[in-house]
């Protein structure tokens, strides 16, 4: 039912807003007025947490987000990173959770079409995408729906948009059942002299709409995405939105041409809270005010209000300020693409914002305010209980090959091809490595051996044992895995995954997480440029596990030195860096203890940042000097399950000594920090010579061949045997 812009404003109507009582005598003190309907609906989208930050911008601030190489931090659409010879790197990675759970197919495509528009609204072509997907427990009537749905709308959306899908992530945990998590991440080239910013510039510039129409989908979407689930989820699904990506491909043609012709002043995407949100932060970047008519607006549905216009969350749309003079040739662009053009408003020098719809005045806002003046809360917490350390030698003995194998077939450690061969990992055709190893890696354009590496990383069950250390890791590992590749760890972007911030012990999760990523950022030279928090995600009062995801990028100068995991032919030997003299001894919330004892018991393993940085170093030389033959780290599952990946990668077995310790801890610890290298024997000595050099651990623990993975004094298994239990556990799982 539509709601006239003239309704009485109540209790129930500013709750239903998702604001609080105080929030709303804000409002009320700010404008010296009860607020039309439209305006309520515009400071609900303003001051929603989705868009405000106001439960976070208090810790945000303590992150890095600054480099040598850093050209546009967080506060853009996307941050900026200089990857030399004129070129940046453009990436950002966000959320879209709540309507990927509504409606797993749409939620998830137009998350994939908003981390795009992210990009190139920069003035960025682009070139790689990832997500990072949590879902319930396999066993939850409800995840097989969601994994198919998602995936489907991931690459139907990517795909058809013409970019290559390069990594990402998969976990299972039923603290997910009611609230999956769809992180999807973007990345693009441009050059450092041709970046484009939000920030209007001048007074009586003409406003203009770009791209499709807007309809009634998405409305109020970034207020949902603000609140908790309850038993009345599925009457949320009209505000989730549908996206079209052949629409968007072209309005990506249609914006990189029209900034070649220098038209453009300011550039903002219309994403979360649509019109309003790309409208108000425009104006106010340029102190200045904007006033929009929306009778001007192109729609795609018959009698819609102000309210729905300025809140509707239609795909595919973008708000520019652009020089009168190059009018007409920006509008001849946009209609050779298909696309609408329409001048909806002009900037003004009263720093107000207006609304007229139909010769009426819907609005008339402090336009810094909005934003400037939105509630920012530091909101209590407490810090988590510390978990007693973990006892090994409590454990029952286990076989290790059927250890190794069991948690092959397990959810977490299975194969994710069935995921990743529905996207389209080879378009563009410059793809060096797909899914499947440590990182994505992409060969720069125009460049004849320059790469790009990108990685996403978080463990939760690390982050709930230990926000603090389970943030440091996630940070580490992404590093790790660029490091891994051969690639310079450039930036990074987050997106943080927390449950409601107002209870005390979930705020205190994301303190200390934040905490434990800014200092891994800091000593790893590791710079957060972009990123996302959502917050809210639990239903019924069960919150999800913290789940700060990372997602990083690498730059290789070389791409002909850079390395892989498989195992590259017989005769090899091989090493493991970084390792302590026992190879491994933190079971602590580790994969082999969960799925083998089925317990989660014990800290995270702890992370040394000061270790993990000069180890990695020392790796990432031996590759680029051609030292190294594969290499990769070591994470869930620990080193056993790092060597069987490398055998199936490789077609190859391999016989590994006897650890010098325990062998449960040696083969399945997950200690941080370490690395799996191949090389030719007749470089071993001068590998282990250069690690004494630098007081770094490495230790020759087998050699590369046969048809089998022999670990010290446990059964051979054969690498059929080893595929089959990694390959099979997913296509079984969505076939039944």
């Given at each position: 039912?539509?709601?006239?812009?003239?309704?009485?404003?109540?209790?129930?109507?500013?709750?239903?807003?998702?604001?609080?009582?105080?929030?709303?005598?804000?409002?009320?003190?700010?404008?010296?007025?009860?607020?039309?309907?439209?305006?309520?609906?515009?400071?609900?989208?303003?001051?929603?947490?989705?868009?405000?930050?106001?439960?976070?911008?208090?810790?945000?601030?303590?992150?890095?987000?600054?480099?040598?190489?850093?050209?546009?931090?967080?506060?853009?659409?996307?941050?900026?990173?200089?990857?030399?010879?004129?070129?940046?790197?453009?990436?950002?990675?966000?959320?879209?959770?709540?309507?990927?759970?509504?409606?797993?197919?749409?939620?998830?495509?137009?998350?994939?079409?908003?981390?795009?528009?992210?990009?190139?609204?920069?003035?960025?072509?682009?070139?790689?995408?990832?997500?990072?997907?949590?879902?319930?427990?396999?066993?939850?009537?409800?995840?097989?729906?969601?994994?198919?749905?998602?995936?489907?709308?991931?690459?139907?959306?990517?795909?058809?948009?013409?970019?290559?899908?390069?990594?990402?992530?998969?976990?299972?945990?039923?603290?997910?059942?009611?609230?999956?998590?769809?992180?999807?991440?973007?990345?693009?080239?441009?050059?450092?002299?041709?970046?484009?910013?939000?920030?209007?510039?001048?007074?009586?510039?003409?406003?203009?709409?770009?791209?499709?129409?807007?309809?009634?989908?998405?409305?109020?979407?970034?207020?949902?995405?603000?609140?908790?689930?309850?038993?009345?989820?599925?009457?949320?699904?009209?505000?989730?939105?549908?996206?079209?990506?052949?629409?968007?491909?072209?309005?990506?043609?249609?914006?990189?041409?029209?900034?070649?012709?220098?038209?453009?002043?300011?550039?903002?995407?219309?994403?979360?809270?649509?019109?309003?949100?790309?409208?108000?932060?425009?104006?106010?970047?340029?102190?200045?005010g904007i006033e929009l008519d929306l009778d001007k607006v192109p729609v795609r549905e018959e009698r819609m209000t102000a309210y729905e216009m300025m809140l509707s969350e239609s795909q595919e749309r973008m708000l520019m300020v652009l020089r009168p003079e190059k009018e007409h040739q920006a509008e001849a662009i946009f209609r050779k693409w298909g696309l609408d053009f329409a001048i909806v408003g002009k900037t003004t020098d009263d720093r107000r914002f207006r609304v007229l719809h139909q010769g009426e005045e819907v609005a008339n806002l402090p336009i810094r305010e909005l934003g400037d003046e939105a509630p920012e809360y530091d909101r209590p917490w407490v810090a988590p209980e510390t978990r007693p350390a973990l006892d090994p030698a409590g454990l029952p003995p286990t076989d290790i090959a059927d250890a190794l194998l069991k948690l092959l077939d397990s959810p977490d450690l299975s194969s994710r091809r069935w995921v990743w061969e529905q996207y389209d990992t080879l378009i563009l055709g410059n793809s060096l490595q797909i899914p499947g190893g440590d990182a994505g890696v992409v060969r720069v354009e125009d460049h004849p051996t320059k790469a790009l590496a990108f990685s996403s990383d978080v463990t939760p069950r690390y982050c709930e044992a230990d926000p603090y250390e389970g943030g440091k890791q996630a940070v580490a590992e992404c590093w790790r895995n660029l490091t891994a590749t051969g690639a310079e760890p450039l930036a990074a972007t987050d997106n943080l995954n927390f449950g409601n911030p107002e209870r005390p012990d979930i705020m205190g999760q994301f303190v200390r997480a934040i905490e434990g990523v800014g200092e891994a950022c800091r000593v790893l030279g590791f710079p957060i440029v972009s990123g996302n928090v959502s917050l809210y995600n639990e239903t019924l009062g069960e919150p999800i596990p913290p789940t700060p995801t990372i997602a990083g990028v690498g730059l290789i100068p070389d791409w002909s030195y850079m390395a892989r995991i498989a195992f590259p032919e017989e005769g090899q030997a091989v090493l493991l860096a970084g390792a302590p003299e026992n190879w491994g001894e933190h079971l602590g919330q580790s994969a082999y203890l969960r799925e083998v004892h089925g317990k989660a018991e014990g800290t995270s393993p702890p992370v040394d940042l000061a270790h993990e940085k000069r180890v990695g170093d020392f790796v990432r030389g031996l590759i680029r000097a051609g030292k190294v033959t594969a290499a990769h780290d070591c994470s869930d599952g620990g080193l056993a399950v790092a060597l069987a990946e490398m055998s199936v990668a490789g077609g190859m077995g391999a016989h590994i000594d006897s650890p010098p310790g325990n062998p449960s801890t040696a083969f399945f610890g997950e200690d941080q920090g370490r690395y799996v290298l191949t090389c030719k024997v007749d470089d071993v000595d001068e590998l282990l010579d250069a690690a004494r050099a630098a007081d770094l651990s490495l230790f020759t623990i087998g050699t590369t061949g046969g048809s089998e993975l022999k670990l010290g004094d446990a059964r051979a298994i054969s690498v059929t045997e080893i595929e089959e239990a990694h390959e099979g556990w997913f296509p079984h799982f969505m076939q039944d």
């Open positions: 039912m539509t709601i006239p812009n003239t309704i009485r404003i109540t209790e129930e109507l500013v709750a239903a807003h998702g604001l609080k009582p105080d929030e709303y005598q804000r409002i009320l003190d700010l404008i010296g007025r009860e607020p039309t309907f439209t305006e309520l609906g515009i400071f609900s989208a303003m001051w929603n947490e989705h868009c405000s930050y106001k439960s976070s911008k208090k810790w945000l601030r303590t992150l890095p987000t600054s480099g040598p190489r850093v050209i546009q931090g967080p506060g853009e659409n996307a941050g900026v990173v200089d990857i030399g010879d004129g070129q940046a790197v453009v990436f950002k990675m966000e959320s879209h959770n709540h309507p990927s759970y509504i409606e797993p197919y749409q939620g998830a495509a137009t998350g994939v079409g908003g981390i795009l528009r992210d990009v190139f609204t920069m003035g960025a072509r682009p070139i790689a995408a990832m997500n990072a997907l949590r879902f319930g427990a396999p066993e939850h009537e409800k995840t097989r729906h969601l994994v198919a749905g998602v995936v489907a709308g991931i690459g139907g959306y990517g795909n058809s948009f013409g970019v290559p899908t390069v990594g990402g992530e998969v976990n299972f945990d039923a603290r997910y059942n009611g609230n999956c998590l769809v992180n999807a991440f973007a990345a693009g080239l441009a050059r450092t002299d041709a970046i484009f910013y939000s920030k209007a510039e001048g007074v009586g510039l003409p406003v203009v709409y770009l791209g499709a129409k807007t309809g009634r989908d998405g409305v109020g979407g970034a207020t949902m995405a603000s609140a908790e689930f309850d038993a009345d989820i599925d009457e949320k699904r009209p505000t989730v939105q549908v996206g079209d990506p052949f629409t968007e491909k072209c309005l990506l043609e249609a914006c990189l041409e029209l900034m070649e012709t220098g038209a453009v002043i300011a550039i903002q995407d219309m994403g979360a809270a649509g019109l309003t949100c790309s409208a108000v932060e425009m104006g106010a970047k340029g102190n200045l």
